[in-house]
Each structure stands twice: as structure tokens, then as C-alpha cells.
């Protein structure tokens, strides 16, 4: 006899359909109104560390084109914008590291 190990998401999955549909719908409303939040967190967390940055004198300046250049192009491909850009924490760790 073989027991298949369900993921906690399929679990969730399997619930929420379950539900009827105007639950349902209540519930993508609701998760997506969280998320847009936890996002504006995020980039309000990380414009407080790209300022602090700027106050500290920790912050350079430039095009993108050089931050590319100075980053490699394969730092860009690998993690993404913020690494290229120095957004937020990306820049905090980079001129960390570069101290």
C-alpha cells in the first residue's frame, strides 16, 4: 500500500478549492492585497538602506551601464536587478564588501 506525501502547498491547494468559489475569489482579493503590502515593505526597507548609505557617504553614483560594467554582466544574470543597481540591501552588501 503506497501513501503519497502531500507538500503543506498542495495541502493548502486542496483546501481552497474545496471552498466555494466566492470564497475562493474573497481569498485571491485578500492574498493579493497582502502581498502588494509585504512588497511595499520591502522596497520601503530598502530605500531606508539605500539612504542610509547615502548619509554614511557609502553610495556611489552612476549610470547603469557602469554598474554593469563594474558589477559583470554575469552578477546581473545571476541576481538579478538590485545587484546591477545596488537597490536597497543588494547596495548596502555591496559597498559592505567593498570597505
Not at 466566492?22 to 502588494?36: G, M, P
Not at 522596497?43 to 557617504?57: H, K, M, P, Y
Not at 543597481?85 to 570597505?99: I, M, P, R, V, Y
Amino acid at each position: 500500500m503506497s501513501q503519497t506525501v502531500s507538500s503543506p502547498l498542495q495541502r493548502a491547494v486542496d483546501v481552497v478549492e474545496a471552498l466555494p468559489l466566492e470564497d475562493q475569489e474573497t481569498l485571491i482579493e485578500l492574498l493579493q492585497r497582502r502581498l502588494a503590502e509585504r512588497r511595499r515593505e520591502e522596497i520601503a526597507r530598502q530605500a531606508a538602506a539605500t539612504l542610509q548609505a547615502v548619509r554614511e557617504g557609502r553610495a556611489r553614483y552612476g549610470s547603469v551601464p557602469s554598474a554593469v560594467l563594474r558589477a559583470g554582466p554575469s552578477t546581473a544574470l545571476r541576481t538579478g536587478p538590485s545587484a546591477v543597481l545596488g537597490a536597497g540591501e543588494g547596495l548596502k552588501h555591496d559597498l559592505l564588501a567593498e570597505s
